[in-house]
């Protein structure tokens, strides 16, 4: 089994910023990519970033490039960040990580359906 824990969200007021960090642990048996989600109330869940096991590639969605960027711990690859800046009140949600599992390393997925693991989320309040 594979766990993963967010942590780093709560309320912050428009134009702050936070930093989300996402520990993956368990069964960690080969390479994997990562990725950012994100759920905001009474909407559907919405991709937000990804980024490979090599951490050469990344990608962020068009909503949140050049606000939010992606990165990967240097040293313990299971550690996942999401850096936010200049937020708004549209980027309150539930941010999820997720892991997915490849043979691929420079492997990056946008496609939710294809992640094998979910972290529980945390909560990103942005008040105006």
């Known amino acids: 089994q594979v766990q993963l824990r967010e942590s780093g969200g709560g309320l912050v007021q428009a134009g702050g910023s936070l930093r989300l960090s996402c520990a993956a642990s368990?069964?960690?048996?080969?390479?994997?990519?990562m990725g950012w989600f994100r759920q905001a109330p009474g909407k559907d869940r919405e991709f937000v970033a990804a980024?490979?096991?090599?951490?050469?590639?990344?990608?962020v969605a068009d909503s949140v490039k050049g606000r939010f960027t992606i990165s990967r711990d240097n040293n313990a690859k299971n550690t996942v960040y999401l850096q936010m800046t200049r937020l708004n009140p549209e980027d309150t949600a539930v941010y999820y990580c997720?892991?997915?599992?490849?043979?691929?390393?420079?492997?990056?997925?946008?496609?939710?359906?294809?992640?094998?693991?979910w972290g529980r989320g945390t909560q990103v309040t942005v008040s105006s």
């Open positions: 980024i490979s096991w090599d951490r050469r590639n990344t990608y």
């Open positions: 368990g069964r960690l048996f080969s390479s994997y990519s």
């Open positions: 997720a892991l997915d599992f490849t043979d691929r390393p420079e492997e990056i997925v946008i496609d939710q359906r294809l992640y094998d693991y």
